[in-house]
Protein backbone atom coordinates (compact mmCIF):
# COMPACT_ATOMS: atom_id res chain seq x y z
CA UNK A 1 0.00 0.00 0.00
CA UNK A 2 1.60 3.70 -0.39
CA UNK A 3 0.70 6.44 1.77
CA UNK A 4 1.34 10.11 1.59
CA UNK A 5 1.39 12.19 5.02
CA UNK A 6 1.59 16.14 4.63
CA UNK A 7 1.89 16.87 8.53
CA UNK A 8 0.92 20.44 8.56
CA UNK A 9 -2.70 21.25 7.41
CA UNK A 10 -1.81 24.50 7.65
CA UNK A 11 1.28 27.09 7.31
CA UNK A 12 1.49 30.43 7.77
CA UNK A 13 4.96 32.42 7.12
CA UNK A 14 5.88 36.02 6.66
CA UNK A 15 6.93 37.45 3.36
CA UNK A 16 10.80 36.86 2.76
CA UNK A 17 10.42 34.32 5.40
CA UNK A 18 11.70 30.46 4.25
CA UNK A 19 9.10 28.40 4.03
CA UNK A 20 9.35 24.80 4.41
CA UNK A 21 6.12 22.44 3.60
CA UNK A 22 6.87 18.15 4.50
CA UNK A 23 5.77 15.17 3.02
CA UNK A 24 6.57 11.48 3.93
CA UNK A 25 5.93 8.92 1.71
CA UNK A 26 5.06 5.12 2.61
CA UNK A 27 5.66 2.40 -0.66
CA UNK A 28 7.62 -0.64 -0.95
CA UNK A 29 9.00 -0.48 -4.10
CA UNK A 30 10.55 3.06 -6.32
CA UNK A 31 7.99 5.63 -5.88
CA UNK A 32 8.43 8.82 -8.18
CA UNK A 33 7.28 11.84 -6.40
CA UNK A 34 5.15 15.09 -7.30
CA UNK A 35 4.49 18.45 -5.74
CA UNK A 36 1.09 20.41 -6.82
CA UNK A 37 -0.34 23.31 -5.87
CA UNK A 38 -4.26 24.52 -6.14
CA UNK A 39 -4.71 28.45 -5.70
CA UNK A 40 -8.11 29.43 -4.78
CA UNK A 41 -10.81 27.72 -6.57
CA UNK A 42 -8.92 26.66 -9.36
CA UNK A 43 -7.67 23.25 -10.72
CA UNK A 44 -4.16 21.77 -9.56
CA UNK A 45 -1.21 22.08 -11.54
CA UNK A 46 1.78 20.21 -11.29
CA UNK A 47 4.80 21.98 -9.59
CA UNK A 48 7.25 19.82 -9.12
CA UNK A 49 8.05 16.19 -10.01
CA UNK A 50 11.49 14.58 -8.33
CA UNK A 51 12.77 12.74 -11.08
CA UNK A 52 13.53 16.50 -12.78
CA UNK A 53 14.72 17.68 -10.34
CA UNK A 54 14.28 21.18 -11.34
CA UNK A 55 13.18 24.36 -9.57
CA UNK A 56 10.06 26.30 -10.25
CA UNK A 57 8.43 29.23 -9.11
CA UNK A 58 11.58 29.64 -6.22
CA UNK A 59 10.62 26.16 -5.09
CA UNK A 60 12.63 22.58 -4.90
CA UNK A 61 12.24 19.58 -3.60
CA UNK A 62 14.53 16.35 -2.87
CA UNK A 63 14.05 13.07 -2.09
CA UNK A 64 15.28 11.35 0.84
CA UNK A 65 15.00 7.94 0.12
CA UNK A 66 16.55 7.32 3.66
CA UNK A 67 13.97 9.39 5.35
CA UNK A 68 11.15 8.34 3.27
CA UNK A 69 10.35 12.25 2.76
CA UNK A 70 9.76 14.71 -0.22
CA UNK A 71 10.08 18.05 1.32
CA UNK A 72 8.87 21.43 -0.65
CA UNK A 73 11.08 24.27 0.07
CA UNK A 74 11.40 27.85 -0.83
CA UNK A 75 14.01 30.39 0.61
CA UNK A 76 11.75 33.34 0.44
CA UNK A 77 8.31 33.53 0.31
CA UNK A 78 6.14 35.95 -1.97
CA UNK A 79 2.44 36.62 -1.26
CA UNK A 80 1.53 34.83 -4.79
CA UNK A 81 2.84 31.36 -2.95
CA UNK A 82 -0.40 31.53 -0.84
CA UNK A 83 -2.28 28.17 -1.75
CA UNK A 84 -2.82 24.75 -1.29
CA UNK A 85 -0.33 21.90 -1.72
CA UNK A 86 -0.67 18.57 -2.14
CA UNK A 87 2.50 16.07 -2.21
CA UNK A 88 1.75 13.12 -4.47
CA UNK A 89 3.28 9.88 -4.87
CA UNK A 90 3.08 7.51 -8.02
CA UNK A 91 3.87 3.47 -7.95
CA UNK A 92 3.20 0.72 -10.16
CA UNK A 93 2.17 0.03 -13.25
CA UNK A 94 -0.68 2.13 -13.59
CA UNK A 95 0.11 5.20 -12.95
CA UNK A 96 -2.24 6.01 -9.38
CA UNK A 97 -1.58 9.26 -7.66
CA UNK A 98 -1.70 8.90 -4.43
CA UNK A 99 -2.22 12.50 -2.50
CA UNK A 100 -1.84 14.03 0.75
CA UNK A 101 -4.16 15.75 2.78
CA UNK A 102 -2.50 19.45 1.85
CA UNK A 103 -1.33 22.01 3.43
CA UNK A 104 -2.42 25.42 3.29
CA UNK A 105 0.26 28.11 2.86
CA UNK A 106 -0.58 31.32 3.73
CA UNK A 107 1.88 33.88 3.21
CA UNK A 108 1.16 37.44 5.22
CA UNK A 109 2.41 41.33 4.08
CA UNK B 1 -5.31 23.59 -27.10
CA UNK B 2 -8.05 22.66 -24.18
CA UNK B 3 -6.18 19.78 -22.21
CA UNK B 4 -9.10 18.80 -19.74
CA UNK B 5 -12.20 19.94 -19.30
CA UNK B 6 -15.00 19.05 -17.27
CA UNK B 7 -18.96 19.54 -17.61
CA UNK B 8 -21.24 20.66 -15.77
CA UNK B 9 -18.73 23.02 -13.57
CA UNK B 10 -21.96 23.24 -10.68
CA UNK B 11 -24.85 21.19 -9.97
CA UNK B 12 -27.26 21.37 -7.29
CA UNK B 13 -28.79 17.86 -7.74
CA UNK B 14 -31.62 16.33 -4.89
CA UNK B 15 -31.43 12.76 -2.98
CA UNK B 16 -32.11 9.98 -5.27
CA UNK B 17 -31.37 11.92 -8.23
CA UNK B 18 -28.92 11.01 -10.74
CA UNK B 19 -26.50 12.82 -12.79
CA UNK B 20 -23.49 11.91 -15.34
CA UNK B 21 -20.09 13.94 -15.15
CA UNK B 22 -18.23 14.22 -18.24
CA UNK B 23 -14.43 14.47 -18.61
CA UNK B 24 -12.76 15.13 -21.97
CA UNK B 25 -9.15 15.55 -23.19
CA UNK B 26 -7.79 16.00 -26.35
CA UNK B 27 -4.16 15.12 -25.56
CA UNK B 28 -4.41 11.82 -26.95
CA UNK B 29 -3.82 10.43 -23.07
CA UNK B 30 -4.15 6.44 -22.32
CA UNK B 31 -4.86 7.32 -18.55
CA UNK B 32 -7.71 9.10 -16.80
CA UNK B 33 -8.56 9.04 -13.35
CA UNK B 34 -11.77 10.77 -11.25
CA UNK B 35 -10.85 11.89 -7.99
CA UNK B 36 -12.83 13.82 -5.12
CA UNK B 37 -11.89 16.91 -3.30
CA UNK B 38 -13.10 17.01 0.31
CA UNK B 39 -12.20 19.42 3.75
CA UNK B 40 -9.24 17.87 4.86
CA UNK B 41 -9.36 14.83 3.46
CA UNK B 42 -7.30 15.52 0.04
CA UNK B 43 -7.84 13.90 -2.84
CA UNK B 44 -9.01 10.64 -3.07
CA UNK B 45 -9.04 8.53 -5.68
CA UNK B 46 -12.71 7.10 -7.24
CA UNK B 47 -12.33 5.14 -10.66
CA UNK B 48 -9.70 4.77 -12.93
CA UNK B 49 -9.05 4.21 -16.51
CA UNK B 50 -5.71 2.35 -18.27
CA UNK B 51 -6.80 2.67 -21.81
CA UNK B 52 -10.44 3.15 -24.00
CA UNK B 53 -12.82 0.28 -22.58
CA UNK B 54 -11.54 -0.14 -19.11
CA UNK B 55 -12.44 1.07 -16.06
CA UNK B 56 -11.15 0.35 -12.42
CA UNK B 57 -11.70 1.16 -8.82
CA UNK B 58 -10.02 3.09 -7.21
CA UNK B 59 -10.11 4.31 -2.93
CA UNK B 60 -13.93 5.46 -2.96
CA UNK B 61 -15.69 3.57 -5.69
CA UNK B 62 -19.25 2.87 -4.07
CA UNK B 63 -21.71 4.67 -4.87
CA UNK B 64 -20.08 6.02 -8.40
CA UNK B 65 -20.39 4.20 -11.77
CA UNK B 66 -17.62 5.03 -14.84
CA UNK B 67 -17.46 4.33 -18.63
CA UNK B 68 -14.87 4.97 -20.98
CA UNK B 69 -16.30 4.23 -24.53
CA UNK B 70 -14.12 6.65 -26.13
CA UNK B 71 -10.46 7.46 -25.31
CA UNK B 72 -11.16 11.28 -25.11
CA UNK B 73 -13.99 10.95 -22.63
CA UNK B 74 -14.42 9.45 -18.92
CA UNK B 75 -17.64 9.76 -17.61
CA UNK B 76 -18.59 9.27 -13.83
CA UNK B 77 -22.43 8.81 -12.74
CA UNK B 78 -24.29 8.82 -9.65
CA UNK B 79 -27.08 6.90 -10.05
CA UNK B 80 -28.94 8.07 -6.72
CA UNK B 81 -27.48 11.09 -5.42
CA UNK B 82 -26.75 11.14 -1.67
CA UNK B 83 -25.55 14.10 0.55
CA UNK B 84 -22.16 12.43 1.85
CA UNK B 85 -21.51 12.67 -2.41
CA UNK B 86 -21.30 16.44 -2.25
CA UNK B 87 -18.05 17.38 -2.89
CA UNK B 88 -16.14 19.00 -6.03
CA UNK B 89 -14.95 16.37 -8.35
CA UNK B 90 -11.70 16.34 -10.27
CA UNK B 91 -10.89 14.72 -13.50
CA UNK B 92 -7.28 14.12 -14.64
CA UNK B 93 -5.44 12.59 -17.57
CA UNK B 94 -2.09 11.52 -17.97
CA UNK B 95 -0.03 9.93 -20.71
CA UNK B 96 1.58 6.16 -20.47
CA UNK B 97 4.75 7.52 -18.58
CA UNK B 98 6.17 9.43 -15.54
CA UNK B 99 4.97 13.03 -16.61
CA UNK B 100 2.24 14.00 -14.02
CA UNK B 101 -1.65 14.69 -14.25
CA UNK B 102 -3.05 16.95 -16.22
CA UNK B 103 -6.27 18.16 -14.53
CA UNK B 104 -9.53 19.52 -15.54
CA UNK B 105 -11.05 22.84 -13.59
CA UNK B 106 -13.43 20.49 -11.75
CA UNK B 107 -17.36 19.97 -11.13
CA UNK B 108 -18.71 21.20 -7.83
CA UNK B 109 -21.36 19.32 -6.92
CA UNK B 110 -24.01 19.71 -3.76
CA UNK B 111 -26.71 17.04 -2.66
CA UNK B 112 -29.43 17.94 -0.73
Given at each position: ?109 | ?12 LKTGQS?TLLCAQ ?87
Amino acid sequence: AQRVTQPEKLLSVFKGAPVELKCNYSYSGSPELFWYVQYSRQRLQLLLRHISRESIKGFTADLNKGETSFHLKKPFAQEEDSAMYYCALSGGSNYKLTFGKGTLLTVNP
Amino acid sequence: NAGVTQTPKFRVLKTGQSMTLLCAQDMNHEYMYWYRQDPGMGLRLIHYSVGEGTTAKGEVPDGYNVSRLKKQNFLLGLESAAPSQTSVYFCASSYLGSSGYTFGSGTRLTVV
